[in-house]
């Protein structure tokens, strides 16, 4: 009969909700029109074997077929879902509070399925509204909850949703503008509205008449023009030197004049020493390559000195 199922259902998987599972199995059952007497075979069937081994531990000394299909799912649900007692669930509810990184739906959602399992009764709207109100992150937000006169469930919803997509949007938005700004730098924006305004308020100085003088000397120098990004291009002359007739320099910055205006640092043997005269200055290089005379004859000394 498995096998004629329209649809399928995993098999329970321990710690999960086993009252959940044995509502979603309900509907097969439904949709396929599977009879009273055949659900408990198919239950066990596709429950799995976690069930099936849990059967065999309730169950050790009977048979599993003579079992009402009710009466096992009444034990499976004390056995896999345990219920806490309302102290417990009552203790959870007024511990919760909202996560720094928690949307207020997910809050939301979450304090009222916690309140279902307290039994709050006719108080249980206003203890969600309670809870809301004291378990909101913002604090800024919950001022303003604090401040309204009438607050109600549905209206601390709405404020808490609108409070946060109204700070989403303003962030987006920042963003927005602090990367056109970024963009705008980068692309020198800000660079050339500075020297567009340098350009405008030029140096000026005061005369002794008591009049401002504008300083045109560095304008008269250079040729002045305008390009379509309102910025002030000023090109340079072109200046030769005087000594060499390069290009690009003046004769104060030549290297070749320079190195022409400096005196030798390297003095040859025959160059008369400063402060001396050319006679003593020639007596002493011969000195240099005369040789040791010794006691020898006067021929000895004459075939040296030829």
């Not at 102290?87 to 916690?114: M, P, T």
């Not at 909101?136 to 404020?159: P, W």
């Not at 305004?197 to 100085?205: E, F, Q, V």
Request: include cysteine; proline fraction near 4%; aromatic fraction near 10%.
């Amino acid at each position: 009969m498995a096998s004629n199922i329209v649809g399928s259902i995993e098999p329970y998987v321990p710690g999960a909700s086993f009252t959940n599972y044995v509502e979603r199995l309900g509907f097969v059952f439904q949709y396929n029109n599977v009879p009273e007497s055949s659900q408990k075979a198919l239950f066990i069937t596709l429950s799995g074997p976690a069930v099936f081994e849990e059967l065999k531990l309730l169950y050790p000394a009977r048979d599993l077929s003579t079992l009402q299909y009710a009466e096992i799912i009444k034990k499976l649900k004390e056995r896999f879902d345990k219920k806490e007692s309302d102290l417990i669930q009552r203790f959870k509810f007024y511990n919760r509070v909202q996560g720094e990184d928690e949307s207020a739906e997910n809050f939301v959602l979450a304090v009222k399925l916690q309140a279902e399992f307290c039994e709050f009764g006719e108080f249980k709207d206003t203890a969600i509204r309670d809870k809301l109100l004291m378990g909101v992150f913002n604090k800024d937000l919950q001022q303003k909850m604090l401040s309204e006169e009438n607050l109600t469930l549905a209206s601390a919803e709405r404020m808490l949703v609108n409070w946060e997509l109204a700070g989403s949007r303003a962030r987006m938005i920042s963003g927005r503008t602090e990367q056109v700004a970024s963009v705008k730098n980068r692309l020198g924006r800000r660079d050339e509205y500075l020297n567009e305004r340098n350009g405008r308020n030029r140096s000026r100085s005061r005369s002794r008449s008591g009049f401002h003088m504008r300083n045109r000397s560095r304008s008269n120098n250079r040729d002045r023009s305008r390009s379509r990004s309102k910025k002030y291009n000023y090109n340079k002359p072109v200046v030769s030197c005087y000594f060499c007739g390069k290009p690009g320099h003046i004769l104060k910055r030549c290297f070749k004049y320079i190195n022409s205006q400096r005196k030798p640092t390297v003095r040859f043997a025959d160059e008369p020493q400063p402060g001396t005269s050319a006679e003593s200055n020639l007596e002493q290089l011969f000195s240099r390559f005369k040789p040791m005379l010794d006691d020898s004859s006067d021929d000895s000394v004459l075939e040296t000195w030829c």
